[in-house]
Each structure stands twice: as structure tokens, then as C-alpha cells.
């Protein structure tokens, strides 16, 4: 073989490890390292041992229904994390005050709530971080986790939260109120669900989760659980 042959095959074989080291650290990068990581990264539920749940509501602030969920929370005592849509919060600006004053914690859902999982690293970030622009610019403080919209999230989300030094906050379980249940339906799933550590998924401004709230309070904890925000339960020792 030729000597010239011979660099060519040399040269393209570098060409080759380059290309391929080049995409590996492109991986690494957006969807950075996995494991430990995710474990310290988010919380589904709280520790196990403890009796204690979490009430969460998604999608607010709505235009309707809001206040009579607040007035069920105060009623019973209840704090609640919400989970705002960044762009509803500062439509409905007093709507969202209100919640904090109410001494609830707030919580980011994204701005606009698209499927996060497909969007790129950058991308996802913007989404949280408008958010979290919109809270501050009400003066409420900074959220510390983020929901991703219908629950689906990849790796890249997870390296999204790093970099923006927040948490996933997912949950355990899932009343579904958003399909029309009825409160009786949703009470019983809540009663037959709840473990110690439960992240309870609800919705704001749906009627019949506001319906349900008196009897799943009021049962829960004649079984001696207590009501606690996200922060708490992750506070405690989530899993
Ligand atoms: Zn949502």
C-alpha cells in the first residue's frame, strides 16, 4: 500500500473517532449524567414511614372555581402546592397573590405547559424560567420544583433542573379530576391510594375536587395523617 493510501485510511479513521467523540459529548451534554443524579433531582413521594401527604393542583390559576377551592383549603386547614402555569399566573396576577397570601406553596408547571420532553435542554429551561420570572415579578417567592406538563420527562429535563438548581415534582397519586369524575369517585380513589408520603394529583378550578376535599381531609386524618406542602414531605425525606 502506498504511503499516501495509507494516511488517507488514517485520516478518515480520525475523521471517524472524531465524529463519534464529538456526538458522544453532544449526549453528555444535553441529556447529561444519569443515576445519583436523578435520585437527588425530583420526589414522586414522601418518606414512607411518616404519615404524612401532600394536596398538589395543577394548571392554575384559573378564571373560575378558584376561590371556592381556596375558601375548602381554609376551611379545613389544609395547605395545598400549586402548580402554575406561568402564563395564567400573570393573566390572573391577584388570582395568583391570593394563593400565596393563603400561605400555599407555589409551584412551577411551566409557562406555556407544552410537552416538555420534546423540546431541547435550552428550550425547556426558557419554559421554567419564564415562569419563575412571572413569580418573582409578584413578588412570590422562587419555585423550587417543576411539574412537566402530563408527566412525561426524559433525561433532558432532568439536566434542565440541574442547571437551573430545582427538582421534579411528580406524584403518587392521580385522582384524574380532569375527566369529569364525579367527588364520591374521586374521594374513594384517594381513600383506597394513600400511602404515608402520598403526592396527591388534583386540579385547580374543578368543581368536584372542591366537592370531594371535606370527607378525604376529614377521613384521612381520623387515620392520622397530617397535611404537609411538597417542600415538607421533601424536607422529611422524600424517596
Ligand atoms: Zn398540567
Redesign the pocket.
Known amino acids: 500500500m502506498s504511503k499516501t493510501k495509507r494516511a488517507r485510511r488514517c485520516l478518515r479513521r480520525f475523521q471517524r473517532s472524531l465524529l463519534v467523540g464529538l456526538v458522544a459529548l453532544f449526549l453528555c451534554i444535553e441529556w447529561g449524567p444519569l443515576s445519583d443524579e436523578r435520585a437527588r433531582r425530583g420526589i414522586a413521594s414522601g418518606n414512607p414511614f411518616v404519615k404524612e401527604i401532600a394536596l398538589t393542583f395543577?394548571?392554575g390559576p384559573r378564571d373560575r372555581g378558584m376561590p371556592e377551592l381556596l375558601a375548602a383549603l381554609k376551611s379545613l386547614d389544609v395547605p395545598g402546592t400549586f402548580?402554575l402555569?406561568g402564563k395564567f399566573a400573570e393573566r390572573y396576577g391577584s388570582i395568583t397573590q391570593s394563593i400565596d397570601a393563603a400561605g400555599h406553596e407555589i409551584e412551577n408547571?411551566s409557562y406555556t405547559?407544552p410537552k416538555l420532553y420534546t423540546l431541547w435542554v435550552e428550550k425547556i429551561m426558557r419554559e421554567a424560567e419564564r415562569c419563575n420570572e412571572v413569580m418573582a415579578n409578584l413578588a412570590i417567592r422562587s419555585p423550587r420544583f417543576l411539574r412537566p406538563?402530563?408527566g412525561g420527562f426524559n433525561l433532558k429535563i432532568f439536566y434542565a433542573l440541574r442547571r437551573m438548581d430545582m427538582r421534579m415534582g411528580l406524584w403518587s397519586v392521580n385522582t384524574a379530576d380532569y375527566t369529569g369524575r364525579s367527588a364520591e369517585l374521586i374521594t374513594a380513589d384517594v381513600l383506597k391510594s394513600t400511602r404515608p408520603g402520598s403526592i396527591i394529583l388534583m386540579h385547580s378550578g374543578v368543581p368536584a375536587t372542591v366537592e370531594a376535599l371535606p370527607a378525604i381531609v376529614t377521613a384521612l386524618r381520623e387515620r392520622g395523617y397530617r397535611f404537609v406542602t411538597l417542600q415538607d414531605l421533601w424536607n422529611n425525606g422524600a424517596i
Open positions: 395543577d394548571d402548580f402555569v408547571h405547559h406538563p402530563g
